[in-house]
C-alpha cells in the first residue's frame, strides 16, 4: 500500500500557509494576538474589553458565546445574544473575531457572525464538526485536545483539510500531565516538533495552559521564542467577577504589560 502524505504535512507544502483574516495575515512576518474575555458575558463588558485592546497589540478579538464547561452548572455562555454583541464590538473596532463553535447546528447560525470558527479542545476529536468546517471557507483555529498526542492533533487538523478548507490554525493549549500545580501542562516542545511538521500556523493559549494570570506572560514570552506564530490569551476588564476563569485571565493593567514584554524581549518581531 502506498503511504498516504497527510495535507498538513510539510512534505506536501513546503510553504508556510499564511492566512488572511480581513486586514490579519496569519502565519506571516507579524506576530499575531488574539485577545479578549473567556465568555461574552454583557454587551457592555464585550465592547469595553474590544475597546481596550484594540490599538495595544491586538488583532483579534475573542469572546465565547457558547461555552463547554467542565460541570453543567458552570456559566454556559449567553449563547446566540452573545454573537450580536461581538458583531457589535468588531464594527466599533474593526477587530475580527474569533468564537467557539460546539456544534454543527450552530454553523449556519453563526456563520455571518465569525471571522473564525475557533474548534475547543473538548471537542477536537468531534469529527462531525470538523468535516462540517472543513466544508466551509472560514478559518478554523483548532485547540489541541485535553489528552491529545501530536499525531492526533494533526489528524484532527485533517479532517478539516480533507474537506477543502486548507485555512487551519493550530493552537496548543496545554495537555493534562501528573502535574497539578498548574491546570494544564504547556507543551512547549510541540511547538518545534510542529514546525517541523507541518506547515500550518501554530498559536499558543498560555491562559488554558496555565490557569493562573501570573504565569500568562513567562509562558507567552516562551511560546514566542520557540516559535509560535501567535497567542491568544484571556483578558477581563473585572477578573475577579469574571463568570468563566476569571483567575487565568489578564486585567488591562497585565495585558498591557505583557504586550509590552513581548515587544521588549523580540526586538525584530513586530505585533
Ligand atoms: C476557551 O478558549 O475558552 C476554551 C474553552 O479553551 P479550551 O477549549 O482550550 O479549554
Ligand atoms: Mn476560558
Redesign the pocket.
Known sequence: MTKIIPLSSKKKLQLKTKIKVNNVEIGGDKLIIIAGP??VESREQILDIAEYVKGKGAAIL?G?AF???TSPYSFRGLGRVALEYLLEAKKRTGLSVIT?IMSIHELEYMYDYVDIF???????YNYDLLEVLGAQKKPVLL??G?SATVEEFLMAAEYVLLKGNSNVIL?E??IRTFETSTRNTLDINCIPVLKEKTHLPIFV?P??AAGNKHYVLPLALAAIAAGADGI?V?VHNNPGKAL??GEQSLDYKMYERLVFEISKTFKNITI
Open positions: 473567556c465568555s475573542r465565547g461555552k463547554p464547561r467557539e475557533q474548534v475547543g479542545s473538548r471537542n477536537m485547540k489541541r485535553l493552537c493549549r496545554g493559549d491562559s488554558h491568544m484571556e468563566s476563569d
